[in-house]
């Protein structure tokens, strides 16, 4: 089992350029998040999906940001355009929804936009 | 809606020492799961210790045990014999099981406390 992977581990883009951060869930799991870590705001939900249906995507911050699951194994966050208020690092996590298989993070990637 | 608190921004414990962390949650859910998470400074966001909430014994995990009230709706994570790996910060998470809706199978988060272990 390789875990979540994400990617990049790192992004810098300058203010006005499209982020796409990338997710592999683990095989299995019919559950994926995105959350966003920053000091201010610490962990926040900001979609997540079931069967690659989104269920929630409430603290999606605004519509620069959107999110897709085209198939089980796989997800993007994009950010259109990007503004230095989103830098932050971004979690993406996968689980069975049941609280015995709790959610499995991947390393995340850390975004600076200058 | 669900909500988790961390009264503690920072903690800080010699090595060796026991030292308890602080979380407390609302909900008018009965079934549930209770989670502590660590995030050393790698980033890497690792599970320490799960509860249910219909168990009424309290989760351990070697060194690590939580203190589970359910009427209180507070779940305190107990660290023993800290070690200078534990330095991170600990995060408090809620989460319903899967039924249906768009409340089930995410986890809340509370703020977080900073652990810091001392040589």
């Known amino acids: 089992d390789a875990g979540v992977i994400q990617s990049p581990r790192h992004e810098v883009t300058e203010m006005g350029q499209e982020v796409t951060l990338r997710c592999k869930p683990i095989?299995?799991?019919?559950?994926l998040f995105w959350y966003r870590q920053t000091m201010m705001r610490g962990l926040e939900l900001l979609i997540y999906?079931?069967?690659?249906?989104?269920?929630?995507d409430s603290g999606m911050p605004e519509d620069r940001f959107s999110a897709k699951m085209p198939n089980a194994s796989f997800s993007t966050l994009k950010i259109q355009p990007s503004e230095p208020r989103d830098s932050a690092v971004y979690f993406c996590a996968s689980s069975t929804g049941t609280g015995r298989s709790p959610l499995h993070f991947g390393n995340g990637t850390r975004l600076t936009v200058t | 809606a669900q909500t988790v608190t961390q009264s503690q921004p920072e903690m800080s414990v010699q090595e060796a020492e026991t030292v308890t962390l602080s979380c407390t949650y609302d909900?008018?859910?009965?079934?549930?799961?209770l989670f502590w998470y660590k995030q050393p400074p790698s980033r890497q966001m690792i599970l320490v210790i799960r509860?249910?909430?219909?168990?009424?014994q309290n989760a351990t995990e070697n060194r690590f045990s939580v203190n589970f009230q359910k009427a209180a709706k507070s779940f305190s994570l107990k660290i023993s014999d800290s070690q200078l790996g534990d330095t991170a910060m600990y995060f408090c998470a809620f989460m319903i099981p899967r039924v249906g809706g768009t409340s089930y199978g995410k986890l809340t988060f509370g703020q977080g406390t900073i652990l810091t272990v001392h040589p």
């Open positions: 999906f079931n069967n690659n249906v989104p269920i929630d």
């Open positions: 909900t008018s859910e009965n079934n549930y799961y």
């Open positions: 509860q249910e909430a219909y168990k009424q």
């Open positions: 095989s299995g799991h019919d559950y």
